[in-house]
């Protein structure tokens, strides 16, 4: 019979001796505890067995409230039942409020009993509850792996087939000898197949001479980062050697890691331009174009569209519930749905119209119908395509709809970012509406923006701020390095009136645009603290990344209130990262600078977020701050768009060349995981580890030993 273990919290002599004869002559194990702080009261919890405790009376005990809140902390959640001399509504309602399980009157044995049985028959279920969640997490675990694992197989076959329609000579090398060999690399040798030189060593072939760099290369291809370009002398049977250009770059290729060799004659330029089409501006797994390159030729025409009077608009597509698809049918199975949704778009715009994919299942569209009416025809035919579409997965029959928004670019649109920005918010309005529906940005409320219009918004954010419909979800910031402390990124959401969900960048949008974005920045770092608070009292390690906007930042008075906001919560400075936009950085240096080093004087830190968008990786000489968050738009279809490699891992070197740690955020799906581990990044985030949730049950010590393997 297992023997339950039962802490009674008391400062009475007498009252503690009837509770414990009426509970030992039951065959409980009891504990007595008179604790004077509540850090007494964590240290006997620590070290003594317990599945409940009894809160009686004392003058010198914690109080109720702090004690309930230390015992909910816990991953077992001890319940607490608290002892009264006299039963009262008022003090049974007062206890309850706190948070205990259940209140009693002092010397009644029975009830005593009786409750104490109840709340144990809880306790255990929720540990077995437990544990079966934690088995089935495990199991759920192990088909990811596998479905990883299988998608990154395919992804092999895929960049092998691209690999061999290549106009260059590429060949990989593990340990000195060719593994694999492209058309072009065999017939640059006179062969047939590569069935002749597989397994061959490489200076059988390519003329290795004297350079100790290039027997580095060919032997440990990870020593060196980047690419090397040199020149080299290809061997070909009976006929003398010739010389050719060669780039030699580490990569992984079936689980090893190799050297890929890419050679070309001398009379040609060796540099990005032998890469393939597909690869440098297209999305490897759709063929359609990646992120970046639809943003950089969005940017070039929103000026001349705008004013040579061409109509262009820019759709966003979503696909509804894409995420519970993937985990009903698997990773393997949701990138064919991707490409065959991929191909439904093709279908329907044409070579006329540019479409990317902007996300893992998101597309844009460049749409250049002619008129409106026409994008939103396009958009309409695209939609009844997808809803009629069904695909078989295993045992499955899958099917899903899509919600679409539309920005007509205009005189009004700035950038390539703010057309985005509106495609995404009108594509989030036909999401929130149901789903499977169009919506299109309104440009009469962009022509209409006026004094009245800014009065509205502004009342809109000061009655949000006064009936303080805030709340704050937490998503978790992992090392890559084995590193076990814990973090966490504070994120802002809000409720209307209704008490319905407001997108935080449509509202914070508004807010930006009056001095209020300052009381809600001061209202979010109190939240953020007293949560804190509360969670050292368990989890001392744990660290909160908290937003900030430009308007903020610029307020002299700001350091000096953290300051006591710091005092008052009794927070060490060390375990606070306050974010800073780049934009904001790089547009206020001075107001920026000023900010860092008060902070940073009260042990606070200090991160750059969204870095790499404004392309400005000067500015961070001057800042000393402590992270970089890569921008996620840096991250997406990172593992095949070369120009977002290349950025990315230099914001990487920056970073380690002045000692400041790396952040990928927004890593929201597993293919770029492998590259982001190879350029040796210090943290990832996103919802490939956890979407943001107003729990803190993320285990960051699993992420250490994680990292550790996969070293």
Request: proline share 3%.
């Amino acid at each position: 019979m297992v023997s339950h273990h039962i802490l009674i919290v008391e400062g009475v002599r007498d009252r503690y001796k009837q509770q414990a004869a009426v509970l030992q002559e039951a065959g409980y194990t009891v504990h007595s505890f008179q604790p004077e702080t509540l850090e007494q009261l964590e240290e006997q919890l620590a070290t003594t067995t317990t599945d409940i405790v009894l809160y009686g009376k004392g003058d010198r005990m914690p109080d109720l409230e702090s004690v309930i809140a230390l015992l909910t902390q816990d991953a077992a959640e001890i319940p607490l039942i608290v002892i009264v001399d006299k039963m009262t509504k008022r003090s049974a309602t007062a206890a309850e409020n706190c948070g205990a399980a259940a209140v009693i009157q002092n010397g009644q044995s029975k009830q005593l009993l009786r409750t104490v049985n109840k709340e144990l028959r809880a306790v255990m279920l929720h540990r077995r509850v437990s544990r079966l969640e934690n088995d089935f997490e495990v199991i759920r675990l192990q088909h990811r792996i596998n479905e990883l694992e299988n998608s990154l197989s395919e992804k092999e076959v895929r960049c092998i087939d691209l690999t061999e329609d290549c106009r260059s000579a590429i060949a990989y090398i593990h340990e000195g000898n060719h593994i694999y060999a492209n058309r072009s690399y065999c017939n640059l040798l006179g062969l047939d197949d590569d069935d002749e030189i597989i397994g061959e060593p490489l200076s059988n072939w390519i003329d290795l001479g004297p350079d100790q760099v290039l027997e580095e290369l060919g032997h440990n291809p990870h020593h060196r980062r980047g690419i090397t370009k040199l020149k080299v002398r290809v061997v070909q049977d009976e006929a003398e050697p010739t010389e050719a250009g060669a780039e030699f770059s580490a990569i992984e290729f079936d689980s090893k890691p190799c050297t890929q060799i890419k050679v070309r004659s001398c009379g040609e330029q060796v540099s990005d331009d032998v890469l393939p089409d597909t690869l440098k501006h297209h999305d490897i797994m759709t063929g359609l174009y990646s992120r970046q390159y639809f943003m950089d030729v969005l940017e070039k025409n929103i000026t001349t569209s705008v004013k040579s009077g061409l109509f262009q608009a820019v759709t966003f597509i979503l696909l509804d519930n894409f995420k519970s698809i993937r985990e009903k049918i698997g990773v393997a199975a949701s990138d064919t749905l991707i490409r065959e949704i991929a191909g439904l778009t093709r279908e329907v715009y044409g070579h006329e119209n540019m479409i990317a994919r902007f996300g893992d299942y998101t597309f844009t569209i460049l749409n250049n119908y002619g008129y409106k009416e026409g994008a939103y025809q396009l958009a309409e035919t695209l939609r009844a395509r997808i809803e009629k579409h069904t695909m078989t997965a295993g045992d499955h029959i899958v099917s899903t709809t899509s919600s679409i928004g539309i920005c007509v670019i205009n005189e009004h649109v700035k950038d390539a970012q703010n057309a985005h920005s509106r495609a995404d918010l009108a594509c989030e309005l036909a999401r929130t509406s149901g789903g499977n529906q169009i919506h299109v940005h309104s440009t009469t409320i962009d022509a209409q923006i006026d004094h009245e219009v800014e009065k509205r918004m502004d009342d809109m954010v000061r009655r949000t701020i006064e009936e303080d419909r805030f709340y704050l979800v937490y998503q978790p910031v992992i090392s890559l390095n084995g590193r076990s402390d814990g973090h966490y990124e504070v994120l802002l959401r809000i409720l209307d009136e209704d008490g319905h969900g407001i997108l935080p960048g449509q509202f914070l949008s508004m807010a930006e645009k009056s001095p209020l974005i300052r009381d809600i920045d001061c209202r979010v770092i109190q939240m953020a603290f007293k949560t804190l608070a509360g969670m050292h009292k368990k989890k001392g390690s744990i660290s909160f990344f908290i937003k900030l906007s430009g308007e903020t930042i610029t307020d002299p008075q700001l350091p000096e209130w953290i300051k006591l906001q710091l005092m008052q919560f009794d927070l060490k400075g060390d375990h606070i990262i306050f974010e800073i936009p780049e934009s904001v950085a790089a547009g206020r240096p001075q107001e920026t600078q000023t900010f860092v080093k008060a902070v940073q004087a009260l042990d606070c830190k200090v991160a750059i977020e969204h870095f790499g968008y404004a392309n400005k990786p000067e500015m961070i000489k001057h800042l000393s701050v402590d992270f970089l968050k890569i921008d996620g738009s840096l991250i997406n279809n990172l593992a095949s768009n070369k120009d977002n490699q290349k950025k990315v891992r230099s914001i990487v070197d920056l970073a380690r060349s002045t000692r400041t740690l790396s952040i990928a955020e927004h890593v929201d799906d597993a293919h770029c995981l492998v590259k982001l581990w190879q350029y040796n990044i210090d943290f990832i985030q996103g919802n490939l580890v956890q979407e943001p949730s107003t729990d803190f049950t993320h285990d960051f010590e699993d992420e250490a030993v994680l990292a550790g393997i996969m070293e």
